[in-house]
C-alpha cells in the first residue's frame, strides 16, 4: 500500500509547538508521511508544500484562539492553485472565547474544511477519519 502524505502545521500567528510535535508523531505512528511545515504558517505555506510533496491532505492546528480568521479562504486557494480536491483538516482551539463547537464546526465546514475537531481531540480521532476518508484498509 502505498504511503498518504499530509502537511501539518500551525497556521497564522500561532507559535504553539507542543501539540504539533505530537500531531506529527502519531500520525507518523500510524504510517503516514508527515510534512511538518511547523508554527506560524502562511495559508501559502500550507498549499506550496502540498503541491511539492503531491500531499493528500492538509491538516491545519491552531491553539490561540483565530484559527477561524486563518483559515478563511484557504480552500479557495487550493482551487485557484489546482488542488481543490485535497482533504483540509482543522482542529485545535479554533475561535476565540467559548463558542459551541458544533457552530464552529458548521463555519468550518462551510469554508470548505472536510473535517473539524474541537480542543482536546485525541490523535487516534484524526487518524481513523484518515483512513476512512482516503480508503485506507487496515491490515
Do not use: W
Not at 511538518?36 to 491532505?57: C, P, W
Not at 476565540?96 to 481531540?121: H, I, N
Amino acid at each position: 500500500m502505498e504511503q498518504k502524505t499530509l502537511v501539518l502545521g500551525v497556521i497564522g500567528s500561532d507559535v504553539h509547538a507542543i501539540g504539533n510535535r505530537i500531531l506529527d508523531y502519531a500520525f507518523t505512528q500510524a504510517g503516514f508521511k508527515v510534512i511538518n511545515i511547523g508554527v506560524l504558517a502562511t495559508q501559502e505555506e500550507f498549499i506550496h508544500a502540498a503541491i511539492e510533496t503531491n500531499a493528500d491532505v492538509i491538516l491545519v492546528s491552531s491553539l490561540y484562539g483565530h484559527g477561524e480568521m486563518d483559515c478563511r479562504g484557504l480552500r479557495e486557494k487550493c482551487q485557484e492553485t489546482g488542488i481543490g480536491n485535497i482533504l483540509i483538516y482543522a482542529g485545535g482551539n479554533l475561535v476565540c472565547g467559548k463558542q459551541d463547537f458544533e457552530s464552529v464546526k458548521e463555519r468550518f465546514l462551510a469554508m470548505g474544511f472536510d473535517r473539524v475537531y474541537p480542543p482536546g481531540t485525541m490523535p487516534e480521532t484524526a487518524i481513523k477519519d484518515l483512513r476512512e476518508d482516503l480508503g485506507i484498509t487496515e491490515d
